[in-house]
T-cell receptor, first 115, second 113 residues
């Protein structure tokens, strides 16, 4: 089945530790995205990548880092510099070019809790 | 830049009643418009989308939405709500050209017996 796989689904970490969230897609999509979701805040864009080895900051990139070494994979690292990392993180992907409308396909999310 | 407003943070409806969730956007031209639904602890699922043409679009699970250019709105409707419709609903706007979608803050729907 084609889709987007995020792991782990739940993650607990101590304050000051870096954590990496995995996102893999087998849809052959060009672009991948990371969103952060907090209650009442909707989805806020952290980073996105439209091509391998390139990525752009979104609205709330501070304290996060990403890499895109393969088309299928877009891991997100939540660093110790992120002031309030406890949140629900969503990965998404889409095709580009042609008559692209930007429609996103989402993974099931990862909930990070920092203790 | 485009923006989206969902005026209602939380709506409660009775099972079997009709539903309308509001969405207003800001953009100089006709955007691409989407409604997504999210169950607790899950990812987002696309309900329906508008690109062009007929302004009334049908989606999954019995939902429909109407694009009204004059009001910059794309409201989501369902004639008879089921308890399983309780979820959070997000409106999103896209402008093409590989620009990321912009999401509203969501409307949480509760359904009571």
């Amino acid at each position: 089945d084609g889709g987007i796989t995020q792991s782990p689904k739940y993650l607990f970490r101590k304050e000051g530790q870096n954590v990496t969230l995995s996102c893999e897609q087998n849809l052959n999509h060009d672009a991948m995205y990371w969103y952060r979701q907090d209650p009442g805040q909707g989805l806020r864009l952290i980073y996105y990548s439209q091509i391998v080895n390139d990525f752009q900051k979104g609205d709330i990139a501070e304290g996060y880092s990403v890499s895109r070494e393969k088309k299928e994979s877009f891991p997100l690292t939540v660093t110790s510099a992120q002031k309030n990392p406890t949140a629900f993180y969503l990965c998404a992907s889409t095709t580009l070019g042609g008559r692209n409308t930007g429609e996103l396909f989402f993974g099931e999310g990862s909930r990070l809790t920092v203790l | 830049a485009q923006s989206v407003t969902q005026p209602d943070i939380h709506i409660t409806v009775s099972e079997g009643a009709s539903l309308e969730l509001r969405c207003n956007y800001s953009y100089g031209a006709t955007p691409y418009l989407f409604w997504y639904v999210q169950s607790p602890g899950q990812g987002l699922q696309l309900l329906l989308k508008y690109f062009s043409g007929d302004t009334l679009v049908q989606g999954i699970k019995g939902f429909e939405a109407e694009f009204k250019r004059s009001q910059s709105s794309f409201n989501l409707r369902k004639p008879s709500v089921h308890w399983s419709d309780a979820a959070e609903y997000f409106c999103a706007v896209g402008v093409g050209g590989n620009t990321p979608l912009v999401f509203g803050k969501g409307t949480r729907l509760s359904v009571i017996a």
